[in-house]
């Protein structure tokens, strides 16, 4: 009765322009009489500007204009969604409060001159103190921003302390605390930033394009700042080149190429360097904490607590102070445990940090799953043994941090993952490779995530772009209009960097009305054709908006079949779609196509009377509830004791995202995720000297892992479907980080455990591993 | 100065700034942005274009020192058809953002040029030059190996999916 392409590995529609170089990022946009902009950087962690002389960089040629905190100061800070701390001032006014902070922008011909005149602005600074030392700042011996009274902006607390005092007060309770630093990355998208403004003051247009997971919320924080009505903003994210939670801000740049675009009267282009991208861009992570498990020698986990510091940076962006809350979300995992979980938001003199890929939930789960790892060990117990005893096994589930859990099948889904991995078969293997002088480890990690953010009630709680100008809750939408020709184009307002929206939404919309995929066009990321979107993060476009898009389908269905019932006589509920058109139940020769229905259908007076002319339809979808994906992920590692190397020898993910629109695309989802959360188990660190001063400011010492540094993985699925949206999907984007750091550290662990270690800080770096194990002295 | 070079078959000759890097040369000046910069330290290869037939990171290499060279970037290298290398990549899900891919579809080229059956140990060491932050790597390895099988001759390995009818 349908096209019967969901669940198939439709090969995307996007990769015929991506593969031959033709599809258009921001930076590959050119426009007549564009300029080009570029940054003057603090080189300080902290200080106090004394003056700033742009006399030399002025009287190049090619330069058109330099511009200060006094040229942008009416515009107010930048604007972020949950503003608790210091707010960015759009260019440095009066001191700088971390490394790379914009203090001027440069606009000039082109990007060559731009650099010559950045390089000619003498800035005067008077260094001062700076705090990057996470526990160092919550101690308030040095303020980081002197707009914060003190460095601890906010605090998250959930859950009951009493209960933890309870269950230590239990006769025979085993008590494990590890600290445990879950350290600062680069989010390190291949494509840098990049924005493209062009004010025409005849039509008092201003257009955008940006390299932006949230073209909408970038137009109404645009319209905000310069006063514009929606009419007036055009945002456009064309191609972008990776995400992962960092272009999900609105950005001073942005704004401050669109003011200078409206200042000079010419288009204004800012693409990022690499080195500024390490400091420019938002950061992620950024923990330390002691994780406690309290339990029987049995197993059985009495309470978990978490007591830990989370790092803002010196400026509050977007999301900065809410990342720990969605961490808070899953504090307790998949088990039906007490918890008492803490988090305290400290400023610091680093760049700001935010959501980048997993946003407080990989944090959440690092601690909980190395605690619980920690807590296996001490008793003696198999770790998958002791995470089976306390899983949730009734559903729907309310949690200890609060929270209801629709769906879940924690038990199956790591028995599947045992079974794939052949779990005895490896801890045999693990012994008889003891036996041959090799340190192999197995690690464990179970993960609950939630996503599909979001039902629209949470936007009283901040879940909204209200404070960019948008007060638009976290719905989704989609617009399907099948064409006069018999073709169909989807419009949607998510904002994808390479997740494939315009071959799984195709099949969305193929599936309901048996248009082939090659004949649906999906558009997004124009935010004057799209219909409100509020763009793409924590792994919500499909659940969200994707459900908007097959609500609309279902509409344009219902009034095609009316169409068609009416052009063969025939009853409307007896019409079914297939292969292009549509036929009566029984009678698969009696058909019309689709051309045939779209002909009618424009013609008002060939349909019923009383019929709308048309065939389009729009939905907006506010879903019950969050989703909750989960998942459980298993590692070996062969780590060389002599030098400290640690080698990904195999890894296995099993993952739950619910229903599947198109399982090739959701591995890919799932092979990037890991990708991320294994290297920052093992490879990456942004790590700053005392003074800021930020030492892996290039890829060429920020580590990101190439294809030599990791296996294939080996893959599969429990399906689990939510009902809390009509195609029972949950999301993938996030999943394979939030469950695969501790998973390779817990393996890590595993292996050198029986040399007396019981614990090392990511990233494994050889020289951390080999001191373990050695001991610093050694 | 005067550089006179051959891109994608082309000749070109343009007048240019001693100090303008090849990868700015074919973007700005000849609207080749297929070519894309990525860290400008020759570190994500994202730059990758052919000189010589040699892969080669266009963002630390002036133009002017490809004076008389014959330059391929990822927009000549389509010959009517695909190459085999373009065609594992959309078969095998090797591409998701797409901005690491001209670069690594170039890298992936030359490496087949000089072993026909790469291991997949030596996929992995021959791309070490390309980052991609997407895709962990596992379907561009799969893809090169698509590609590899296709200009063999060879049936290419089995997808991890089962196919659409």
Known sequence: ?778 | MQVSLTVNGRTQTAEIESRTLLVHYLREHLNLTGTHVGCETSYCGACTVLVDGKAIKSCTMLAVQTEGAAITTIEGLANGELHPVQQGFVERHGLQCGFCTPGMIMSAVALLDENDSPSEDEIRHGIEGNLCRCTGYHNIVKSIEYAAATMRGDDPPASDWEDES
């Open chain 1, 1 to 778: 009765m349908t096209a019967n392409v969901i669940g198939k590995a439709i090969r995307r529609k996007e990769d015929p322009a991506l593969i031959q170089g033709k599809g258009l990022y921001t930076d590959d946009m050119k426009m007549a009489g564009m300029l080009h902009a570029a940054f003057v950087r603090s080189p300080f962690g902290k200080a106090r500007i004394l003056g700033i002389d742009a006399s030399r960089a002025t009287e190049l040629e090619g330069v058109h204009a330099v511009y200060t905190a006094e040229d942008v100061r009416q515009l107010g800070p930048l604007l972020a969604q949950v503003a608790i701390g210091a707010l960015r001032p759009l260019l440095a006014d009066g001191t700088v409060n971390h490394v790379g902070e914009a203090v001027a922008m440069v606009v000039a011909t082109d990007r060559y001159v731009a650099q010559d005149a950045v390089d000619a602005v003498d800035v005067d600074y008077e260094p001062l103190e700076a705090v990057v030392d996470l526990e160092d700042a919550a101690s308030d011996r040095t303020i980081a921003n002197d707009t914060n009274a003190s460095n601890v902006i906010h605090v998250w607390e959930v859950g009951d302390a009493d209960a933890v005092a309870a269950a230590r007060a239990t006769d025979g309770a085993v008590e494990v605390s590890v600290k445990m630093i879950n350290q600062r990355l680069i989010p390190t998208a291949i494509e840098p930033r990049s924005a493209l403004a062009d004010y025409n003051g005849g039509y008092g247009n201003m257009t955008l394009y940006s390299s932006s997971q949230i073209p909408h919320a970038v137009a109404g924080a645009l319209g905000k700042t310069f006063g514009l009505s929606s009419n007036n903003v055009r945002v456009i994210a064309p191609e972008v080149g990776g995400g992962f939670g960092a272009k999900l801000n609105y950005y001073s740049e942005e704004a401050l190429v669109t003011f200078a675009s409206r200042e000079l009267g010419s288009p204004v282009k800012w693409t990022e360097t690499r080195r500024e991208a390490s400091v420019a861009t938002i950061h992620g992570r950024g923990w330390v904490g002691t994780a406690t498990i309290v339990g029987t020698g049995e197993g059985k986990i009495l309470a978990y607590e978490l007591d830990a510091l989370s790092d803002m940076g010196a400026y509050t962006q977007n999301f900065t102070v809410a990342i720990p809350l969605l961490g808070q979300y899953v504090a307790p995992g998949q088990y039906d445990i007490p918890i008492h979980w803490k988090v305290q938001c400290v400023a610091t003199n680093a760049p700001t940090t935010d959501a980048y890929r997993g946003a407080g939930r990989p944090e959440a789960i690092f601690y909980l799953e190395r605690a619980i790892d920690a807590f296996a060990r001490e008793i003696g117990m198999d770790p998958a043994d002791v995470r089976k005893r306390n899983f949730f096994e009734e559903f729907p589930a309310t949690t200890a941090a609060g929270m209801l859990m629709d769906s879940g099948d924690y038990g199956a889904n790591l028995d599947k993952l045992l079974e794939l991995a052949d779990y005895q078969g490896l801890r045999r293997k693990q012994e008889e490779a003891r036996a041959e002088g090799r340190t192999i480890g197995i690690g464990l990690s179970t993960y609950v995530e939630v996503c599909g953010f979001g039902p629209s009630a949470l936007a009283e709680g901040g879940f909204s772009w209200a404070s960019y100008g948008l007060p638009a809750a976290f719905n989704g939408s989609g617009l399907v209009r099948v064409n006069p020709d018999g073709t169909a184009t989807v419009m949607i307002g998510t904002g994808p960097s390479g997740q494939g929206h315009e071959t799984t939404w195709a099949q969305i919309v193929s599936e309901a009305l048996g248009i082939a995929v090659e004949d649906i066009q999906v558009r997004h990321g124009d935010t004057r054709d799209s219909p409100m979107g509020i763009g793409t993060f924590g792994s919500r476009s499909l659940a969200v908006d994707g459900s908007a898009t097959s609500q609309a389908a279902e509409k344009v269905r219902e009034k095609a079949a009316r169409v068609a019932a009416h052009m063969m006589e025939a009853s409307p509920d007896d019409i079914e779609f297939a292969d292009g058109g549509a036929h009566v139940t029984g009678s698969p020769d009696k058909t019309v196509t689709w051309a045939e229905i779209a002909e009618v259908a424009y013609q008002p007076h060939r349909l019923p009377d009383g019929m709308e002319g048309g065939m389009e339809a729009n939905a907006v979808f506010s879903p019950a509830n969050a989703t909750w994906p989960f998942g459980s992920h298993l590692a070996v590692v062969d780590v060389d004791t002599t030098t400290g190397d640690v080698t990904l020898l195999e890894y296995f993910a099993m993952d739950d995202c619910g229903n599947v629109i198109n399982p090739m695309i959701v591995d890919g989802q799932v092979h990037g995720g890991l990708a991320q959360g294994i290297s920052q188990a093992l490879f990456e660190h942004a790590i700053f000297d005392e003074d800021g001063n930020l030492l892996t400011g290039s890829l060429l010492d920020y580590p990101i892992p190439t294809a030599g540094d990791l296996p294939s993985f080996t893959l599969d699925r429990t399906t689990t479907p939510t009902d809390v949206n009509p195609m029972g999907v949950k999301g993938i984007g996030e999943a394979g980080t939030i469950g695969s750091a501790q998973t390779v550290l817990n393996a890590v662990i595993d292996a050198v455990a029986h040399l007396g270690v019981t614990h090392i800080d990511m990233p494994l770096r050889p020289k951390r591993v080999w001191q373990a194990i050695h001991g610093n002295g050694a």
